[in-house]
């Protein structure tokens, strides 16, 4: 059985939204100028929010860009405005009134975008390009949380940040409850889940979950194999990547999302600036997302993008040998 | 209600010095943008000069008048009635379009004390206008002011908000759907505290706005939008004073206001009007700006 760090015990799984919802209304209580800015897309925990505070939600309508830039006027006059909707509408949709109207001005606007690569919605739903065109937006931090514990820390953390921050909210599948509640939680600060000499997995959001999997897998192979868990995609702690890199020597970066623009850019930049060590990207290739119903038995697009531990398992032995290939040649 | 002469006549010759503080930002790199820029003159002259509540020593007040200037792009309007105002000394006119200069090539928030608005990419300023009407009605909502504060003398008046929204718009801008957008919002919110005021000046950068996409009818559009709606002469100085007095004495009415000021592009330079110059550079700009020192003299 693999040792974990202190602050991990792996639980059922059990939703993010949950931790996201927990926090915001726990927020909302102490602190007044919270606003949820809704796109006719819900928002989490509705229903509480109607009930104790009706005149607090700015409904917009599904009008995206004027959304955003209200939540920018907002923000410019004291409140902190939450948008929630999906990353491809409240970012995607508004890319430019984010760019020109929230961060040129470092606007306190707190965006909410859900859904990771899949899911049953489908192509237009399933974000997979979202975190590459926020990565490029100055003073945008980006956090991708990997399980329900994680989103509860994040969002509070976010919450009392001052300035624009994303929360992507991967909706399924459903990750696995990792953290113990006690969770040391740092906005640009990665966790390692687990120490490993061999080769060390770069996860975050969803993917800590089939990392964790693979660990089991690899270490009855005789691998010890590590994982860092990375949140903040935005500003990436390149330390504890170097740190990776200087223990192992070999990086695999797993993603739900698409691999160009995304953490495993992030990481190959870092490393190759600091400390080179051969990599392997996972995370979907070049390729737009589709409909696939997932259920505890059966996940057709996580075999079709390739994003399960057994595939991790391949990637982390090609990356290792990459690395004795390396070695040979000095 | 007509507004007297003198004050008139004041604000006339204060226009006049805008202009002229304007061609001497046009000079530092022979480049600028001319038309819109003399187009919406008179407007921000009886904005800044005169109407809206604004301290040139506080430009943070927090119960200023907001104004967005969503035709970002024609900031040099704005930055000449600073410098009127003794927020900026003249020299900073020579400053514009300069690296670290307060005065960028298009409005931001940040490097202009005395700048609501951070704009260039066109559409959005309305909706930065509304968010901020819309704060403002929030703020009494959420935190009402008490029996003692009521007796300051802001609230004796029944109908005055803490402040009010302005938002300069320019024609060709309402190609933007988002626009439309901020004005549903604007109406389903009852943001009487916010006033759109279209610089109408007919021309966009490639030929005639109706042409380019037709806003017309205009006056319906905005009505249509639940927008109590005026149309002014834009160079008109008593009317552009009479249609803002008018919309600050309907606050309570529920509805935003609009006055859509007919303007002429380049206004006041003949060189530029026949022109319809958006952005002018080199010796068509340097033309334009010698026939305007001539006629509006040099103020330095």
């Given at each position: 059985m693999a040792t974990y760090g202190k602050h991990i015990q792996i639980g059922e799984p059990?939703?993010?939204?949950?931790?996201?919802?927990?926090?915001?209304?726990?927020?909302?209580?102490?602190?007044?100028?919270i606003l949820p800015v809704?796109?006719?897309?819900?928002?989490?925990?509705?229903?509480?929010?109607?009930?104790?505070?009706?005149?607090?939600?700015?409904?917009?309508?599904?009008?995206?860009q004027n959304g955003a830039v209200v939540a920018a006027a907002l923000a410019a006059e004291g409140f902190v405005p939450v948008i929630y909707s999906f990353l491809f509408a409240n970012i995607g949709r508004a890319l430019n009134q984010v760019r020109?109207?929230?961060?040129?001005?470092?606007?306190?606007?707190?965006?909410?975008?859900?859904?990771?690569?899949?899911?049953?919605?489908?192509?237009?739903?399933?974000t997979i390009e979202g975190v590459g065109y926020s990565r490029v937006l100055p003073n945008l931090v980006i956090m991708n949380p990997s399980d329900v514990v994680e989103a509860e820390k994040a969002t509070e953390a976010m919450l009392q940040y001052h300035?624009?921050?994303?929360?992507?909210?991967?909706?399924?599948?459903?990750?696995?409850?990792?953290?113990?509640?006690?969770?040391?939680?740092n906005i640009g600060k990665a966790y390692w889940v687990k120490e490993g000499s061999d080769a060390t997995i770069i996860a975050t959001g969803y993917m800590l979950t089939e990392a964790i999997a693979a660990i089991d897998l690899l270490e009855a192979e005789g691998?010890?194999?590590?994982i860092l868990n990375m949140c903040t995609l935005k500003p990436l702690d390149v330390?504890?990547?170097?740190?990776?890199?200087?223990?192992?020597?070999?990086?695999?970066?797993?993603?739900?999302?698409?691999?160009?623009?995304?953490?495993?850019?992030?990481?190959?930049?870092?490393?190759?600036e600091n400390l080179p060590a051969p990599m392997v990207r996972v995370g979907i290739e070049d390729e737009f997302s589709q409909s696939g119903l997932i259920t505890p038995e059966r996940d057709d697009l996580k075999i079709h993008f390739g994003l399960r531990a057994e595939d991790l398992v391949v990637s982390v032995k090609e990356c290792i040998a990459k690395k004795t290939r390396l070695r040979c040649r000095d | 209600m007509a507004h007297n002469d003198a004050l008139v006549?004041?604000?006339?010759?204060?226009?006049?010095?805008?202009?002229?503080?304007?061609?001497?930002?046009f000079c530092t790199f022979e480049q600028g943008h001319a038309g819109g820029t003399m187009s919406v003159v008179d407007v921000v002259t009886a904005l800044y000069l005169h109407h809206i509540k604004f301290d040139p020593k506080d430009p943070d007040w927090p119960e200023r008048d907001r104004v967005v200037m969503s035709k970002a792009h024609c900031c040099e309007a704005i930055y000449a009635a600073l410098v009127e105002l003794g927020v900026y000394p003249e020299e900073t006119l020579g400053t514009y379009y300069c690296y670290g200069s307060p005065f960028q090539g298009h409005a931001d928030r940040w490097s202009t004390a005395g700048i609501d608005y951070s704009g260039g990419s066109l559409g959005q300023g309305l909706s930065f206008a509304a968010g901020m009407a819309y704060a403002e009605k929030l703020k009494m909502i959420l935190k009402p002011p008490s029996a003692e504060e009521t007796f300051l003398p802001r609230y004796i008046k029944r109908f005055d908000p803490a402040y009010r929204s302005y938002c300069i718009l320019g024609d060709g801008e309402l190609h933007e759907g988002q626009v439309w957008e901020a004005a549903m919002f604007a109406n389903k919110f009852k943001l009487d505290n916010l006033i759109a005021i279209v610089d109408y000046n007919k021309w966009s950068l490639d030929g005639p706005t109706n042409d380019v996409m037709?806003?017309?009818?205009?006056?319906?559009?905005?009505?249509?939008?639940?927008?109590?709606?005026?149309?002014?002469?834009?160079?008109?100085?008593?009317?552009?004073?009479?249609?803002?007095?008018?919309?600050?004495?309907?606050?309570?009415?529920?509805?935003?206001?609009?006055i859509i000021a007919h303007t002429v592009k380049g206004y006041g330079v003949s060189h530029w009007e026949t022109r319809r110059m958006h952005l002018g550079r080199g010796e068509e700009m340097m033309k334009g700006v010698r026939e305007g020192r001539e006629k509006y003299g040099d103020v330095r």
């Open positions: 059990v939703l993010p939204a949950k931790g996201i919802e927990k926090a915001l209304k726990a927020a909302a209580q102490k602190d007044p100028r809704l796109e006719d897309m819900g928002f989490p925990g509705i229903d509480w929010w109607t009930e104790n505070y009706p005149e607090r939600m700015v409904e917009v309508g599904i009008a995206e020109q109207s929230i961060l040129v001005d470092r606007f306190n606007v707190k965006f909410i975008g859900r859904e990771g690569a899949w899911g049953e919605v489908g192509i237009s739903h399933n300035g624009p921050v994303l929360l992507r909210q991967e909706s399924s599948p459903t990750p696995l409850r990792v953290f113990t509640d006690d969770y040391p939680f691998l010890d194999v590590g330390t504890a990547i170097v740190e990776a890199s200087e223990r192992s020597g070999a990086i695999v970066t797993a993603e739900n999302a698409s691999i160009i623009g995304g953490l495993g850019e992030g990481v190959a930049a870092a490393l190759a | 006549a004041e604000l006339e010759a204060k226009s006049n010095k805008l202009r002229s503080h304007c061609f001497t930002q037709p806003i017309e009818p205009l006056m319906d559009k905005w009505k249509a939008f639940g927008w109590w709606v005026t149309e002014i002469d834009g160079h008109d100085m008593g009317q552009i004073l009479d249609a803002l007095d008018l919309s600050n004495r309907m606050y309570g009415d529920n509805r935003p206001k609009c």
